[in-house]
């Protein structure tokens, strides 16, 4: 299934208008309407059923960006999970290298708006990590906590690589972000 954010950062979107809402989540807009078509009808590999794959996400929350300007978007990725659970490592990698990718030209996207751009705060994840035999995650394995997260942009300081000397939860994002 397509990574959904925690219930309560879809409640700190609904009470801030202009913090973007997840990548999932997109409300109507002509301009998206295509690809927002596109998206239901693609093919959901690497993932099932309704799963939308991340190359689709990354241009909805491309354009999203363009024709909203949120003041800070939120973006949850799954093909790496999805790769992990299959067992493909290297199929796993590459989306890792994509998300990176992804990361890349949002920021690139943001360098080329202005002063919207320079105001703009993104966050880009996934929905978990991965227990240390790589395929699963879950109760059984506490190393699964940890996630990557890209935060950057607006008013989020540039730090480089930072690991929370705290617990935090996605959860955390949205009241963080506000």
């Known amino acids: 299934a397509t990574p959904s954010p925690p219930p309560r950062l879809h409640r700190v979107a609904e009470r801030a208008p202009d913090l973007g809402v997840p990548a999932d989540r997109l409300p109507a807009d002509a ?3 295509p690809l927002l078509r596109a998206s239901e009808k693609a ?6 059923e309704d799963y939308r794959p991340d190359r689709i ?16 978007l939120f973006v949850g990725l799954g093909d790496p999970d999805e790769h992990a659970h299959l067992g493909d490592y290297r199929s796993y990698l590459r989306s890792l290298r994509a998300a990176d990718d992804f990361v890349g030209a949002l920021a690139s996207q943001l360098d080329g708006m202005g002063a919207y751009g320079e105001t703009t705060s993104i966050v880009v994840t996934t929905d ?4 240390e035999g790589f395929r699963s995650h879950g109760k059984g394995a506490p190393e699964a906590a940890r996630v990557w ?3 950057g942009g607006g008013a989020i300081p540039a730090r480089g690589f930072v690991d929370a000397a705290e617990t935090r939860r996605l959860a955390d994002v949205g009241p963080t972000a506000m």
């Open 57 to 72: 996400t990354s241009q909805l929350a491309l354009r999203y960006v363009e024709s909203a300007r949120p003041r800070c």
């Open 128 to 131: 978990h990590g991965r227990a």
């Open 31 to 33: 301009r998206l309407s």
């Open 43 to 48: 093919f959901p590999s690497p993932g099932q």
């Open 149 to 151: 997260l890209f935060a």
